[in-house]
């Protein structure tokens, strides 16, 4: 049953993309949300709160979002690098609790 649910939830992804409103898509680094990003209730109680759209039958994704993913996740990777190398040397320079928390790492 899951499997055909998913199938058809997924048919109706697609016929969402073909059919809707091009002001209603929305393209993301992980999938395309032919719904713009409101949830149908139906498929809320499905994956249980909002904009868990890897979870959603449709939002469409697919192997070629791989290295979208995988850049998304190095970007963020560096950015907390950067950001706790920033933090360590505001601590070495003695600056106060406040402009640490500004940069946060921690």
Same mark, same amino acid.
């Given at each position: 049953?899951?499997?055909?649910?998913?199938?058809?939830?997924?048919?109706?992804?697609?016929?969402?993309?073909?059919?809707?409103?091009?002001?209603?898509?929305?393209?993301?680094?992980?999938?395309?949300?032919?719904?713009?990003?409101?949830?149908?209730?139906?498929? *809320? #109680?499905?994956? =249980? @709160? !909002?904009?868990?759209?890897?979870?959603?039958?449709?939002?469409?994704?697919?192997?070629?979002?791989?290295?979208?993913?995988?850049?998304?996740?190095?970007?963020?990777?560096?950015?907390?690098?950067?950001?706790?190398?920033?933090?360590?040397? *505001? #601590?070495?320079? =003695? @600056? !106060?609790?406040?402009?640490?928390?500004?940069?946060?790492?921690?």
């Amino acid at each position: 049953y899951t499997t055909l649910f998913r199938s058809k939830a997924e048919a109706n992804g697609l016929q969402l993309l073909r059919e809707g409103p091009m002001s209603k898509i929305r393209f993301r680094e992980t999938h395309i949300c032919p719904v713009g990003e409101e949830c149908p209730s139906d498929i *809320l #109680e499905q994956i =249980g @709160e !909002p904009r868990r759209c890897g979870s959603c039958p449709l939002a469409m994704k697919c192997v070629d979002h791989l290295p979208a993913i995988a850049a998304k996740r190095n970007q963020l990777l560096e950015r907390i690098k950067y950001q706790h190398r920033r933090r360590e040397q *505001l #601590e070495a320079a =003695g @600056e !106060p609790a406040a402009v640490l928390d500004e940069v946060g790492g921690r």
